[in-house]
């Protein structure tokens, strides 16, 4: 079983939809975490920085993590066809140390 | 520049060929990662440096693999004898440490088609 798990999709929306992108993870040390963008053929982007438990809000994206459920999320409000792509759910236990990656969520907004 | 640069983008290579990965991190990022990107799939960590030290290369899948970063900048991933296994997108990735967050910044990758 590997340490970040994340449903791979495609997932499929209407323009405007409310997307959940979820991963679940094994290790405790975990702290640190992020959701990149990944375009094709492009390199991942990050969107969303999260230290600890709590919620983060940029935009239309919220970032959610659940420490004691080892369970992080993301959420897009009104999505738009821009927004089609892979997302990545990354982590770390320490600022700045190497990030274990999910397999990434193919998001697909359909106008 | 402003990012993380990578060259060669594409990289068409025969079994056995050597190559040879270039990475220009952001100027003044301590920290250089190398990740593998196998096609469908998220990365992996291959190899990690702050500044000129290679302090964890314990990602990298052979011996075939080495890379280096003498100078604490300019960072090269070689891959000696290429197998068709090694066909991935190699990913450079930036950090500030100190004073930032420690997110990591990538660049576009490096395209490796080994036939």
């Known amino acids: 079983q590997k340490e970040v798990e994340q449903d791979p999709g495609p997932l499929s929306v209407p323009e405007g939809a409310i997307v959940s992108l979820n991963c679940t993870y094994s290790?405790?040390?975990?702290?640190?975490f992020m959701w990149y963008r990944q375009y094709s053929r492009k390199g991942p982007e990050l969107l969303m920085y999260?230290?600890?438990?709590g919620n983060k809000e940029d935009g239309r994206f919220t970032a959610q993590v659940d420490k004691s459920s080892k369970y992080i999320s993301l959420f897009i409000r009104d999505s738009q066809p821009s927004d089609s792509a892979t997302y990545l759910c990354?982590?770390?236990?320490?600022?700045?140390?190497?990030?274990?990656f999910g397999g990434g969520t193919r998001l697909m907004v359909k106008p | 520049g402003a990012g993380v640069s990578q060259s060669p983008r594409y990289k068409v290579a025969k079994r056995g060929q050597d190559v040879a990965l270039r990475c220009d991190p952001i100027?003044?990022?301590?920290?250089l990662f190398w990740y593998q990107q196998a096609l469908g799939q998220g990365p992996e960590f291959l190899t990690y440096?702050?500044?000129?030290?290679?302090?964890?290369k314990s990602g990298l899948p052979s011996d075939r693999f080495f890379a280096e970063r003498p100078e604490g900048s300019v960072s090269t991933l070689k891959i000696q004898r290429t197998q068709q296994e090694d066909s991935a997108v190699y990913l450079c990735?930036?950090?500030?440490?100190?004073?930032?967050?420690?997110?990591?910044?990538f660049g576009e990758g490096s395209r490796l088609t080994v036939l």
């Open positions: 440096f702050q500044n000129e030290a290679q302090l964890d």
């Open positions: 290790n405790s040390a975990f702290q640190y």
């Open positions: 990354a982590m770390s236990d320490g600022a700045g140390n190497m990030l274990t």
């Open positions: 999260t230290y600890s438990s």
């Open positions: 990735a930036s950090s500030l440490v100190l004073g930032g967050t420690g997110a990591l910044f």
């Open positions: 100027s003044g990022h301590v920290s």
